[in-house]
């Protein structure tokens, strides 16, 4: 199992990032998929999850309105566009699929917003 995300940097508050993390060695169609972060000092929390059946989805309240998680089954990759950026959302952003009994987590992205 490998998750690999991309897609973070340095954007400006207000700014729009779109992270992306392609999943190999799993039945990707078949598994929920999620989005963690975690700032300096901070535990990992949750920011979106898809589902794997109708792609029902659910937000973190501090970004719910802002971010969007989508996923392409077709290329095996999870999205999450995050739009009118803050300040705290200064964190690395990781990707996590639960598959055969345990979590499996990307190398993760840093996703910088300067106040």
């Known amino acids: 199992v490998q998750l690999v995300e991309s897609g973070g940097g340095l954007v400006q508050p207000g700014e729009s990032l779109r992270l992306s993390c392609q999943g190999s060695?799993?039945?990707?169609?078949?598994?929920?998929l999620s989005w963690y972060r975690q700032a300096p000092g901070k535990e990992r929390e949750l920011v979106a999850s898809i589902h794997n059946v109708g792609s029902r989805t659910n937000y973190a309240d501090s970004v719910r309105g802002r971010f969007t998680i989508s996923r392409d089954n077709s290329r095996r990759t999870v999205y999450l566009q995050m739009d009118n950026l803050k300040p705290e959302d200064t964190a690395v952003y990781y990707c996590q699929a639960f598959v055969a009994g345990s979590s499996r987590w990307g190398q993760g992205t840093q996703v910088t917003v300067p106040s």
């Open positions: 060695g799993f039945t990707f169609i078949a598994y929920e």
